[in-house]
């Protein structure tokens, strides 16, 4: 099993940014990764990260959004730039995706962060 909790949301203007962090405990997994959902949208899976360094990001945030991981921590990391009003969510930290990838599966979630962009 694997613990998530997540930080860092808040409220921010358009062109603004954001770094979100989650913490991790219990099992670790191979496959990190976090997924956003707005109100009546689908869910969207925003970034993966692997042990080993492999990092994906879906179109809509590729060259906004990074994702990183501190393994001696145990936590990983999303920084959020060029932030767009679409870019409002709550956004999940998630683990044990497979393959791994943004639009992976991941088993496991947080109970996640609010970030609201206003134009």
């Known amino acids: 099993q694997v613990q998530l909790v997540e930080s860092g949301g808040g409220s921010v203007q358009a062109g603004g940014s954001l770094r979100l962090s989650c913490a991790a405990s219990?099992?670790?997994?191979?496959?990190m990764g976090w997924i956003r959902q707005a109100p009546g949208k689908e869910r969207e899976g925003v970034a993966a990260?692997?042990?080993?360094?492999?990092?994906n990001y879906a179109a809509t945030v590729q060259g906004r959004f990074t994702i990183s991981q501190d393994k001696d921590k145990k936590t990983l990391y999303l920084q959020m730039n060029s932030l767009k009003p679409e870019d409002t969510a709550m956004y999940y930290c998630?683990?044990?995706?497979?393959?791994?990838?943004?639009?992976?599966?991941?088993?496991?979630w947080g109970q996640g962060t609010q970030v609201t962009v206003s134009s």
């Open positions: 998630a683990a044990g995706g497979f393959p791994c990838y943004s639009g992976s599966r991941f088993p496991y």
């Open positions: 219990g099992y670790t997994y191979s496959c």
């Open positions: 990260i692997r042990t080993d360094g492999m990092t």
